[in-house]
């Protein structure tokens, strides 16, 4: 089966929507691909969530392709858990896509901050050994110190929730922590980004 994203994401926009008319503005809300929209809370804690994952979605996908701007002023979320960067770990390190990493990663940010919305970003957790491509552990590495630069300098938070969580031996994933395609997380590690989500809830009410 072939994916035509662009209308599958037209359709998420649409679907997001629907769900904003029903639980109202101003709720907490996960940006992401396909690790987001697999997630299966619509409640975290005693809080709605809107759900704004984009299965197949790359970074540059959120400039180029997917209207953050318009999704951000019709959630009008108070926070935002972001966490993107899953699928670059199969572009080429060669692609143009990484000499603008870190200016998109700001842009993103920065139109999510727009609506004043506090801004989580989640580091890219490791895949398994099976599944990783050729470029994996470089790739990985330049995903999350892009995040953790624009989290340090833009007033963002950053979240490393893994290595206690799903990390295994040499920097891949650990045996029960993804589903048998060696990406996608296994309800145990949904679990753990439930209470990850809800963590950051009670600590960011208290700013």
Same mark, same amino acid.
């Given at each position: 089966m072939t994916?035509?994203?662009?209308?599958h994401?037209?359709a998420r926009?649409?679907?997001?929507?629907m769900?904003?008319?029903?639980?109202?503005?101003?709720k907490t809300?996960l940006?992401?691909?396909?690790?987001?929209?697999?997630f299966?809370w619509?409640?975290?804690?005693?809080d709605?969530i809107?759900?704004?994952?984009?299965?197949?979605?790359?970074?540059?996908?959120?400039?180029d392709?997917?209207?953050?701007?318009?999704?951000?002023?019709?959630?009008q979320?108070?926070?935002?858990?972001?966490?993107?960067?899953?699928?670059?770990?199969?572009?080429?390190?060669?692609?143009?896509?990484?000499?603008?990493?870190?200016?998109?990663?700001?842009?993103?940010?920065n139109?999510i901050?727009?609506v004043g919305?506090?801004?989580?970003?989640?580091?890219?957790?490791?895949m398994?050994?099976?599944?990783a491509?050729?470029?994996?552990?470089?790739?990985?590495?330049?995903?999350?110190?892009?995040?953790g630069?624009e &989290?340090? $300098?833009?007033?963002a938070?950053? !979240?490393?929730?893994?290595?206690?969580q799903? #990390?295994? +031996?040499?920097? @891949? &994933?650990a $045996?029960?922590?993804?589903?048998n !395609?060696?990406t996608?997380?296994?309800?145990a #590690?949904? +679990?753990?980004? @439930?209470?990850?989500?809800?963590?950051?809830?009670?600590?960011?009410q208290?700013?």
């Amino acid at each position: 089966m072939t994916i035509d994203y662009p209308s599958h994401w037209q359709a998420r926009m649409a679907t997001i929507a629907m769900h904003v008319n029903t639980t109202g503005q101003g709720k907490t809300m996960l940006l992401g691909d396909s690790q987001t929209d697999a997630f299966w809370w619509n409640v975290v804690g005693n809080d709605w969530i809107v759900n704004a994952g984009f299965g197949g979605a790359r970074v540059r996908s959120f400039i180029d392709f997917i209207d953050l701007n318009a999704l951000v002023q019709c959630v009008q979320p108070s926070t935002t858990h972001v966490q993107i960067g899953t699928n670059n770990l199969f572009v080429d390190p060669a692609h143009a896509e990484w000499t603008t990493l870190a200016a998109d990663i700001h842009s993103i940010v920065n139109t999510i901050k727009s609506v004043g919305s506090k801004v989580v970003l989640w580091f890219v957790p490791p895949m398994s050994q099976a599944a990783a491509p050729t470029h994996y552990a470089a790739n990985l590495l330049a995903i999350n110190n892009a995040l953790g630069a624009e &989290a340090n $300098a833009n007033g963002a938070f950053a !979240d490393w929730w893994f290595p206690q969580q799903i #990390t295994g +031996a040499g920097g @891949y &994933a650990a $045996a029960g922590a993804l589903l048998n !395609d060696g990406t996608h997380y296994s309800p145990a #590690t949904q +679990a753990a980004r @439930y209470y990850r989500i809800v963590a950051w809830s009670q600590y960011l009410q208290t700013l």
